[in-house]
């Protein structure tokens, strides 16, 4: 009989079988290279510290982002309309729709970054342009976003 376990990082139950983590000396089940990847780059973000307290996630903390991305989009309504339901299916999106030749996209900072978000959609093969400057723009996004992670990170006493 296969034992079923709940993913730190989006709470999915999970069968033993699926993607594995030891930390600290404790097997954790993942229910994706998503999940996993995120697990590994901020244990603490999923499963807090047993002497400092609580994660984030375990405290339910999300942090709501909405970001307007400036990119050369496809020509074709079908690429478009394949990217928008790609996005919609990546754990953590909200929300994801193009309105007037942007990306309009809503998201849970605790669960995917907007660098993650831009390597999967480079990851589907549709080809997307930025300017120079909208680059620019986006990595002072990811910068910060780094930074809030990286604070969400330090689990904190229960009172």
Not at 4 to 22: A, F, G, L, R
Not at 87 to 111: C, F, R
């Amino acid at each position: 009989m296969t034992q079923t376990k709940n993913c730190p990082v989006c709470k999915m139950t999970v069968s033993e079988d699926s993607y594995t983590v030891t930390h600290r000396g404790i097997i954790f089940w993942l229910c994706s290279e998503q999940c996993r990847d995120r697990f590994n780059l901020r244990p603490s973000l999923y499963i807090g510290d047993p002497k400092q307290g609580k994660s984030a996630k375990q405290h339910g903390i999300k942090v709501h982002k909405k970001r307007n991305l400036n990119l050369e989009l496809p020509n074709n309504n079908e690429s478009a309309s394949l990217l928008v339901q790609a996005l919609n299916s990546l754990m953590g999106v909200t929300e994801a729709k193009i309105n007037q030749g942007q990306l309009e996209i809503e998201y849970d900072l605790v669960e995917v970054s907007l660098e993650e978000i831009e390597a999967f959609i480079k990851s589907t093969g549709i080809h997307i342009e930025q300017s120079w400057l909208d680059k620019i723009h986006d990595s002072f996004i990811h910068y910060n976003e780094e930074g809030q992670l990286g604070n969400l990170g330090h689990p904190y006493k229960d009172n």
